[in-house]
């Protein structure tokens, strides 16, 4: 990887890590949740700051994003329309449940976690934002993956059995497409232990994000929580995906009146 790429991927996983934390950190915070070298995480902050994106504390000397970096992705959000609101939906669906909240998006042979509302019940599982999990075998992926047709859900397995890493068992094609025809007659994923022993995740389809990929929202809880509470969360999520639906344009077509 070459120093631009790196980099730019700093930047990035600099602003995910404030997004996930949403309080001010130091350098020293963020150098050890990063796992970055001591000075090029002062020259990343400080050249941050210096163009306006992130601000520094007089005090504490702790940094923290301005709202430059909100109003990036506000027209994102406008686009959208009202009640089109990812961030807002996961804080309502943790609010109602205590666990934690994923919202997930295509890349590549893996369904990357964008944003995540991490769990504040006793018994929880916890997940880094920008975390990747396989498309073809999770409860998120494979929500991603009802949107596609057959034949491409196909050569995504294909793809994705080529691209495994050694000692990776392959993807049986027969098995994906099953589960994905499966939730979509249920209207929802539900996958068990597939990354985590003793975690569970139920997701829908998010759609209606202007000409945006397809986003997924999940429920990830202990598989337990999750047999308990399904047809409660089955709900709330399902009342979320209907809030966050395209409208319907009204009709600019008028009526006929009869000849007298």
């Avoid at 018994?123 to 934002?129: E, N, P, S």
């Amino acid at each position: 990887m070459n120093d631009t790429v790196k980099s730019a991927r700093r930047v990035l996983e600099v602003l995910e890590y404030f997004a996930e934390r949403q309080r001010p950190a130091t350098v020293q915070e963020i150098r050890q949740a990063l796992d970055y070298p001591q000075s090029s995480t002062s020259v990343l902050l400080h050249s941050l700051t210096t163009l306006g994106y992130l601000s520094q504390e007089p005090g504490t000397r702790r940094f923290q994003p301005t709202i430059r970096i909100a109003l990036l992705g506000s027209w994102l959000i406008e686009q959208a329309g009202r009640g089109r609101n990812p961030p807002a939906m996961m804080r309502r669906l943790s609010a109602a449940t205590g666990d934690m909240i994923l919202l997930g998006t295509q890349q590549g042979m893996n369904a990357v976690y964008v944003k995540i509302e991490q769990a504040t019940n006793p018994i929880r599982f916890h997940m880094k934002q920008g975390a990747c999990r396989p498309l073809c075998t999770t409860a998120i992926g494979r929500a991603l993956l009802s949107s596609k047709s057959d034949t491409e859900i196909g050569a995504i397995v294909r793809r994705a059995n080529a691209e495994r890493e050694a000692g990776d068992p392959l993807i049986s094609p027969a098995e994906v497409l099953d589960a994905v025809r499966h939730g979509r007659k249920l209207g929802y994923f539900l996958t068990k232990g597939i990354v985590t022993p003793g975690a569970a995740v139920i997701a829908m389809r998010l759609d209606g994000l202007g000409d945006h990929p397809p986003l997924a929202v999940g429920i990830g809880a202990p598989v337990d929580r999750i047999e308990s509470e399904l047809s409660n969360f089955v709900e709330l999520l399902r009342i979320e995906v209907r809030q966050a639906a395209p409208r319907k344009a009204p009709s600019t077509s008028h009526p006929q009146h009869a000849n007298s």
